[in-house]
């Protein structure tokens, strides 16, 4: 609480030269957010934390006055300039909320998002405007830390919320999360708006610290695979992704959740052939509307497309040849689940090693032992 204080004094004192001053202020719309969180002290809505920067920074006053009634010298007609200039400082600060590294945490309420911060937090990302110093030519022996706690904070780090990474896009290296500080798909509505899903760094971002020595790749590399559940909005992305992912990557995944979608089902048999090859993957969540399958329209003639079948809608006999699942989810397709599930679910099969072949032996009695390089044993010598 003491540290909370101290921090709201700083944050007013810093902020006092700039509450009437028309001047640009030297902070970032992400410094402004966490100002307006840590001196409430309480959970904002977005539009509170808008009204709460509007009042306290006198630049950005002006600058939605004039962009919205044309200030003192046109007020019906505002300036062009003003308007942009408003509409650029709207998508930055609206972006803020959006990005994961943003240590904000976020309550729903009545489907509306709260958001509050920290006060180690707010450190953090006000370290520069508060002018703190932290010496970074010390280095820190985080390798002679016990594995237990190395693997929490892996945790913190690499693993993200039960909703997993949403991989969207044809761009393998754009992940986002569904929900960030809360463990289910929730989907809330900001100033009479659906709110944006939460995007986190591309992912070779996220995985920057594996290039800092080996044995951080080989601790944390397979916790991040193995740890996470990858969504894909359709099956084609999923197919585009685990194509680009390393095998040896690749491997450690475990838990993988796809849409079927209608209009993408050319290929369907190729994308559930390259999912059939996560050697890890133990569990597997399937989305498909079953109601639309049976029926829906395409093309420009509006055609009936009927699957009453709906067994034989593309691709799903290959989805149902991997084994070894510990678990299935399908959404929306109980006829499906019925067909497949129980097959998914058992072992996959082992393969019987091949017997060695004998060799004869030559004559004379000797031992035929071949050389490594598959070349012939030397006879012995005869008299």
């Known amino acids: 609480m003491s540290s909370l204080l101290s921090i709201r004094h700083r944050i007013t004192a810093l902020l006092a030269p700039w509450t009437s001053s028309k001047q640009k202020s030297p902070f970032s719309e992400v410094e402004l957010f966490a100002m307006a969180l840590l001196v409430a002290g309480r959970p904002m809505t977005e539009k509170v934390i808008f009204e709460w920067i509007f009042e306290h920074v006198g630049y950005c006053r002006q600058l939605a006055y004039e962009s919205f009634y044309g200030g003192q010298h046109y007020p019906m007609y505002p300036e062009p300039a003003a308007v942009g200039s ?209 029926e829906y329209r395409t093309g420009g003639k509006r055609a009936v497309k009927k699957y009453e079948d709906i067994a034989k809608v593309p691709g799903l006999r290959t989805l149902g040849k991997i084994r070894g699942l510990e678990e299935v989810i399908f959404h929306g397709c109980p006829t499906v689940e019925r067909i497949l599930k129980e097959g998914m679910l058992k072992p996959k099969p082992t393969r019987k090693a091949a017997a060695p072949r004998k060799r004869k032996a030559f004559e004379g009695g000797e031992d035929a032992t071949a050389n490594k390089r598959g070349g012939r044993a030397k006879k012995g010598k005869t008299s």
Do not use: C
């Open 86 to 294: 408003a509409r650029n400082l709207r998508i930055a600060m609206s972006n803020v909320l959006g990005q994961h590294d943003f240590p904000v945490e976020i309550t729903v309420i009545g489907g509306v998002a709260h958001y509050s911060m920290s006060a180690a937090n707010g450190h953090r990302v006000l370290a520069h405007a508060l002018g703190l110093n932290f010496d970074r030519k010390q280095s820190f022996p985080f390798f002679r830390l016990p594995a237990e706690l190395r693997n929490t904070i892996y945790e913190l780090v690499f693993q993200y919320p039960k909703s997993g990474l949403h991989i969207t896009g044809r761009n393998s290296s754009v992940a986002r999360v569904l929900t960030r500080s809360t463990d289910e798909d929730v989907s809330f509505n900001v100033a009479g708006r659906q709110h944006r899903i939460l995007a986190t760094a591309p992912i070779e971002h996220i995985l920057a610290p594996l290039l800092v020595s080996r044995q951080l790749h080989q601790e944390t590399l397979p916790f991040f695979y193995n740890s996470n559940k990858f969504y894909f909005g359709n099956h084609q992305w999923m197919h585009e992704v685990l194509s680009k992912i390393p095998d040896a990557h690749r491997d450690h995944i475990k838990h993988v959740s796809f849409t079927y979608q209608l209009y993408d089902s050319r290929d369907a048999v190729a994308h559930f052939t390259t999912l059939g090859k996560l050697q890890g993957l133990r569990k597997l969540e399937v989305h498909l509307d079953e109601e639309r399958w049976k």
